[in-house]
């Protein structure tokens, strides 16, 4: 699968917000630009912390949204992301339909959409490499 081509719309979805809720695409366009990051499978607590505060410092001009497949049970992952002070929305994807709307295989994938829905930024990287400057740089695309 290839990755979804900058310049093109960013496809909408729904989905359930481990942090509750239904999560709807379609309530962020227009309002900001968005960093869509397709999360690795193995929580890693540095990147989390980076993520937060990188969130809190960009969130008016900016809507981050995770998606992961994989997690132990949907209450675990409730907690811990609760207990790590995350607030952006972190969508469960576990049929993969998201995954497979934007061409992810296999994450890492950071996207870039601005506020009129069209991707600006599209990149894939191994875990290990999905630091806090490339999120930067998405963010920097989205706005």
Same mark, same amino acid.
């Given at each position: ?6 310049? $093109? $719309? ?10 509750? @809720? ?10 900001? @630009?968005?960093?869509?990051? %397709? ?33 132990? $049970? ?5 907690? %811990?992301?609760?207990?790590?002070? /995350?607030? %952006?929305? +972190? ?25 009129? @829905?069209? /991707? ?14 490339? +999120? ?8």
């Amino acid at each position: 699968m290839a990755l979804l081509e900058v310049g $093109s $719309s960013a496809p909408a979805f729904k989905g359930m917000n481990l942090l509750g @809720g239904e999560f709807d695409f379609e309530t962020l366009k227009g309002a900001k @630009g968005i960093v869509l990051t %397709f999360s690795p499978d193995q929580i890693n607590p540095a990147q989390v912390s980076w993520a937060k505060n990188l969130y809190e410092k960009n969130r008016a001009d900016i809507e981050m949204v995770s998606v992961t497949r994989k997690i132990p $049970s949907v209450t675990m992952a409730k907690a %811990f992301l609760m207990q790590l002070g /995350i607030k %952006f929305p +972190v969508i469960y994807d576990q049929k993969q339909e998201v995954f497979g709307m934007y061409g992810v295989d296999t994450p890492v994938v950071i996207y870039g959409i601005n506020k009129d @829905g069209v /991707i600006t930024y599209a990149t894939q990287v191994e875990p290990r490499d999905f630091k806090q400057a490339v +999120v930067e740089e998405a963010m920097a695309k989205a706005k």
